[in-house]
């Protein structure tokens, strides 16, 4: 997929009417993409030349896999930021530190919304942490991160669900919202204490859908 427009194709409502549609408008906005409706909401044809491609289900399959790179990568960069930044403090009290990780927590959060993850979970392991998307009711692998960040990435989650902090021993519930363009996103919070650290599961209800 170059660096073409993406069309947008209209559904029995209107493509610029539907939530589904303006899901997917925002989403290959985020990706810096350029979506295109075959036409207007008014009814008038918008007058641009449209290039049909064809696509089997593999080449779906490698295209979300490509994005799923660009994702570690975006993760990676956010990363050594963050230990640049830890370097470089030399405080103590690590407040620049946690710039980069707000970023990582919010990042997550953005890439699960635009993907339609029902769930996001944030699973430690021996020596790192996996983070997968729940899409249609299946579970994927996303990326991995550091076990290091592991610790400052829940706390981010339980200062935004205004949840104890200090406390790594006991499951804990909360919530919280977020805005995302024209959409409000709820999500429900759930920490529970298990081998090597905290397992975080992030349950994504959006109010449009």
């Known amino acids: 997929m170059g660096a073409g427009a993406f069309i947008v194709l209209e559904g029995p409502d209107g493509a610029g009417k539907t939530t589904h549609a303006r899901r997917l408008v925002q989403e290959l906005e985020a990706r810096g993409l350029r979506p295109v409706l075959a036409r207007e909401p008014g009814g ?23 994005y799923h790179k660009d994702l570690q990568k975006e993760f990676e960069l956010l990363i050594k930021e963050h230990l640049r930044e ?8 690590g407040s620049q530190s946690e710039v980069p990780v707000i970023k990582i927590v919010d990042t997550m959060l953005k890439y699960g919304y635009f993907n339609r993850a029902s769930d996001i979970h944030i699973e430690p392991q021996d020596k790192v942490t996996i983070i997968r998307f729940r899409i249609d009711g299946l579970l994927h692998d996303v990326l991995t991160i550091p076990k290091a960040i592991h610790e400052l990435v829940v706390s981010r989650i339980k200062i935004l669900a205004e ?47």
């Open 44 to 66: 008038t044809p918008i007058g641009e030349k449209v290039e049909v491609y064809y696509a089997t289900q593999r080449d779906i399959d490698q295209t979300v896999m490509k």
């Open 86 to 93: 830890l370097q470089a403090d030399g405080s103590g009290d």
């Open 163 to 209: 949840l104890p902090t200090d406390d790594h021993f006991s499951a804990q519930d909360g919530k919280f919202r977020l805005d995302m363009d024209d959409d409000k996103l709820d999500v429900r919070v759930s920490v529970v204490p298990i081998t090597g650290g905290e397992k975080v599961v992030l349950r994504l209800l959006s109010e449009k859908v």
